[in-house]
């Protein structure tokens, strides 16, 4: 059974910074690409950032590209989400993903994941 569990969210003022992790169980987390998506109150869940199995190939939405950092290492099982001069409007849970397919592109669209953690709550201070 395949397992995400995120952590590393929490309040923070305008500004600030946050690691998010990830870590995954049941499946072989360097076969797989990982994602990274937020849904905040009343809106529908929005992509955030993806990462190849290798870690070369990035991808961020626009919203994000320039305060947010995602990576990985293969080594600890682990994917990260570095977010940097955090706002208001990045208040959210965060979720990780994972797709079952094995493929070299990461991609930022939802429909291509299968695995979801349960989410981190996030939530910026003005």
């Known amino acids: 059974q395949v397992q995400l569990t995120e952590s590393g969210g929490g309040l923070v003022r305008a500004g600030g910074s946050l690691r998010l992790s990830c870590v995954p169980s049941g499946l072989t987390f360097s076969d797989h690409n990982m994602g990274w998506f937020r849904q905040a109150p009343g809106k529908e869940r929005e992509s955030v950032a993806a990462?190849?199995?290798?870690?070369?190939?990035?991808f961020y939405a626009d919203s994000v590209r320039g305060r947010f950092r995602i990576s990985r290492d293969n080594a600890k099982n682990t994917v990260y989400l570095h977010m940097n001069n955090l706002k208001p409007e990045d208040t959210a849970v965060y979720y990780c993903a994972a797709p079952k397919s094995l493929t070299y592109i990461p991609t930022l669209d939802e429909d291509a994941y299968d695995f979801w953690g349960q989410g981190t709550q996030v939530t910026v201070s003005s």
């Open positions: 990462i190849s199995r290798t870690g070369n190939s990035i």
